[in-house]
Nanobody
């Protein structure tokens, strides 16, 4: 079965940067759309962004546009979330997810596999 493992979270000061990684198992990683989501305490899991299988198309939520960038390295089976200009509102558990249907969606229901999440905490 496909396994996804996030890493790179931690505590950072407001205005700082972090890069999250999602290491993914599987032979056909390059054909999958990958998504990033986040969930703050007591709140719903929110869409952050996605990237298609080849990496030619990327989309992020308005709340992080201009600050967060998604990329992928299919040779390493890894997806990244570069987060710049972080603020306390970005504090959440961040999850990566894989869509085996090869579509691009911001809905959690379209993603078939999920990582365990990594905590990002931004202090002022």
């Amino acid at each position: 079965q496909v396994q996804l493992v996030e890493s790179g979270g931690g505590l950072v000061q407001a205005g700082g940067s972090l890069r999250l990684s999602c290491a993914t198992s599987g032979r056909i990683f390059g054909s999958y759309t990958m998504g990033w989501f986040r969930q703050a305490p007591g709140k719903d899991r929110d869409f952050v962004g996605f990237i298609n299988g080849s990496g030619s198309y990327r989309h992020v939520a308005d709340s992080v546009k201009g600050r967060f960038t998604i990329s992928r390295d299919n040779a390493e089976n890894t997806v990244y979330l570069q987060m710049n200009s972080l603020n306390p509102e970005d504090t959440a558990v961040y999850y990566c997810a894989l869509d085996t249907s090869a579509t691009m969606s911001r809905r959690t229901e379209r993603y078939d596999y999920w990582g365990q999440g990594t905590q990002v905490t931004v202090s002022s």
